[in-house]
C-alpha cells in the first residue's frame, strides 16, 4: 500500500513538472512571438535614425553597443509594458467601470427606466481620480515638466505644471464619462473646448502656450490611454442604451483638450497674481 501511495504520488508531481514546464515552454513562445511583432514595428524607426545619421549627417554612431542596448531594452519594456496592459489594466478598467454601474451598487431596480445622470455620481469621481493620479505617474510628462523648468530657469515650476495637468485631465475625465452615460454628441464638448483654449492662447503669456498645447499630449500616453480606453469602453457597455463603438471611444480626446486649458488657466492666474505681488510693493 505504501508503494504504491508512493508511486501515485511520484506520477503527481512529474505530471505536475510536466504541466508547468509545458504552461512556460507556450509563454516563452508567446513573448518570443511579441518580441519579433515589436522589434518589426521598431525597426523603421531605428533605420530612419541610422540612416539619417550615416547618409545625411554622414557622421558615425558615437556609442553604437549603448544605443543597441537601449533599442534592446525598449523592444523588452515594450513587449512586457503590452503584456501588462493585456493582463492587468484593461481587464481593471472594465471591471471597474461595470462594478460601478451595476442595479446593486446604485440602489436599483433594474426595471427602471430611465436612469438620472445623477446616479453615476461615483463613476465621475473614480474617473477624476485615475485620471488624475495616471497624469502624475505619466513619465513622459514627468520628462516635460523638468526640461520646462530647466529651461525656463525656474519660471515654470515642474510640480504645478503637473498638477494643472492632472486636474485638466481628471476634469476631461469625468466630464467625459458625463458623455457617455449622458449619450450627449462628441462634437459638443470638443468645439466647445477648443473655442475656450482659443479665447484663452489671446490673454495666456507668450511662454507657456507652446508648453500647453504639448501637455494635452504627453498625458495621453503608455500609462494613461490603456486605463481611459478600459473605462471608456467598460462603461458604454455597462450603460443601458450605449454602444461601445459609438459611445466608448472619446475619452482620450478629453483628456487631451482639457489639459490644454488647465495649463494656460494656470498660467494666467500665475501671470495675474505676479503682476498684482508686484504693483502692491512700494
Same mark, same amino acid.
Given at each position: ?27 516563452? %513562445? ?13 525597426? *523603421? ?45 484593461? *481587464? ?15 440602489g436599483l431596480n433594474p426595471l ?54 492632472? %486636474? ?63 473605462l471608456g469602453l467598460g462603461l ?42 508686484r504693483s502692491s510693493k512700494p
Amino acid at each position: 500500500m505504501m508503494e504504491l501511495m508512493e508511486r501515485l504520488t511520484h506520477f503527481a508531481l512529474t505530471l505536475l513538472d510536466t504541466c508547468r514546464n509545458a504552461y512556460i515552454i507556450e509563454w516563452l %513562445i508567446h513573448i518570443a512571438l511579441k518580441l519579433l511583432e515589436t522589434g518589426r514595428d521598431i525597426l *523603421p524607426i531605428a533605420a530612419v535614425i541610422v540612416g539619417f545619421q550615416l547618409l545625411v549627417i554622414r557622421r558615425p554612431l558615437t556609442n553604437p553597443k549603448k544605443t543597441l542596448a537601449g533599442f534592446i531594452f525598449v523592444l523588452l519594456g515594450i513587449v512586457f509594458f503590452l503584456e501588462g496592459l493585456n493582463m492587468a489594466l484593461f *481587464p481593471l478598467g472594465s471591471l471597474m467601470a461595470s462594478q460601478l454601474t451595476t442595479p446593486e451598487f446604485l440602489g436599483l431596480n433594474p426595471l427602471d427606466q430611465p436612469v438620472s445622470w445623477r446616479t453615476y455620481a461615483w463613476v465621475y469621481v473614480f474617473a477624476a481620480s485615475i485620471g488624475f493620479a495616471t497624469a502624475l505617474a505619466e513619465p513622459s510628462l514627468l520628462a516635460v515638466a523638468l526640461k520646462a523648468e530647466q529651461i525656463s530657469g525656474g519660471a515654470i515650476r515642474a510640480w504645478g505644471l503637473r498638477i494643472a495637468v492632472a %486636474i485638466g485631465v481628471a476634469l476631461g475625465l469625468a466630464l467625459g464619462t458625463f458623455r457617455i452615460v449622458t449619450g450627449t454628441g462628441l462634437y459638443f464638448f470638443i468645439v466647445g473646448g477648443y473655442i475656450i483654449v482659443i479665447i484663452q492662447t489671446l490673454f495666456a503669456p507668450k511662454l507657456i502656450i507652446g508648453l500647453a498645447y504639448d501637455s494635452g499630449g504627453v498625458t495621453t500616453s503608455m500609462v494613461t490611454v490603456p486605463l481611459v480606453t478600459a473605462l471608456g469602453l467598460g462603461l458604454a457597455q455597462a450603460v443601458p442604451g450605449r454602444n461601445p463603438l459609438l459611445d466608448g471611444f472619446g475619452l482620450i480626446a478629453f483628456a487631451s483638450l482639457f489639459p490644454i486649458i488647465a495649463v494656460l488657466a494656470y498660467a494666467q492666474i500665475a501671470h495675474w497674481l505676479s503682476k498684482g505681488s508686484r504693483s502692491s510693493k512700494p
